[in-house]
């Protein structure tokens, strides 16, 4: 009922995807108790930490040649009749083989948290079990890192372009943090997979706006993936 009324109120950007994930059990979409249509997801999350406190965050995600910016923590949805640590293990499989061996978990949260899905424009309650790690002493990640192809402009002006975005509104001296990290690409298919970095914790919070979103998208597409032959797929 609540996929029909999204369908005819057309509030949604993907009905077949969500569809698709009603199916597989990987969400519920519901009607609350004042008539607004509420997607509920249940999902692990991983916080892994540098002992300086950078935070291990996916940056992105890439399709063929294609870069779309995605900041978050890295993630993946409980399926149904999985156990959580079930879903860990299979986030650390298939998404993250790069940190298997890495870290050490430390403590468990469960938190909620509610706001509108990017992907599907209506209102969503996450059930997030956050699960905190700590990299351990003289450990690395297990992937092939981006090249920089591009040097960030030095003057940014209204109407500029560069890196595939335009320049005016985008704060410079982020940029410039941005472009002294290594960014990490951990495939997932023959032409696809995503892009991980480690956070400064004064950073984490800044990216998570309008303008850090436009740093983002300016500084991944001056990057370049690594070659086919460095990935092990």
């Not at 992907?119 to 981006?146: K, P, S, W």
């Not at 919070?205 to 993936?225: I, S």
């Amino acid at each position: 009922v609540a996929i029909a009324r999204l369908r005819a109120q057309r509030r949604f950007q993907a009905l077949d995807k969500l569809r698709e994930e009603v199916r597989a059990s990987r969400s519920v979409v519901a009607m609350a108790g004042n008539d607004e249509i509420v997607r509920v997801v249940s999902l692990v999350a991983l916080r892994a930490t540098r002992a300086n406190g950078d935070v291990f965050m996916q940056v992105g995600r890439w399709s063929g040649e294609d870069i779309e910016v995605i900041y978050r923590l890295p993630g993946m949805k409980q399926e149904a009749g999985e156990h959580m640590s079930e879903t860990l293990d299979r986030l650390l499989e298939t998404r993250l083989s790069c940190l298997i061996g890495t870290f050490e978990l430390q403590e468990m949260q469960q938190q909620i948290e509610e706001k509108e899905s990017k992907d599907f424009g209506i209102h969503t309650r996450y059930l997030r079990l956050l699960c905190n790690a700590r990299f351990c002493h003289g450990m690395e990640v297990q992937a092939a890192a981006c090249m920089v192809k591009e040097s960030l402009p030095m003057e940014m002006q209204d109407g500029n372009v560069a890196n595939g975005g335009k320049l005016a509104e985008v704060h410079l001296p982020l940029l410039q943090r941005l472009q002294s990290l290594i960014v990490y690409a951990n495939c997932t298919g023959p032409d696809s997979g995503n892009l991980y970095t480690f956070i400064p914790t004064d950073l984490c919070t800044q990216l998570d706006t309008q303008v850090g979103d436009k740093a983002l998208k300016v500084w991944l597409a001056g990057l370049e993936l690594p070659p086919a032959r460095d990935f092990d797929i």
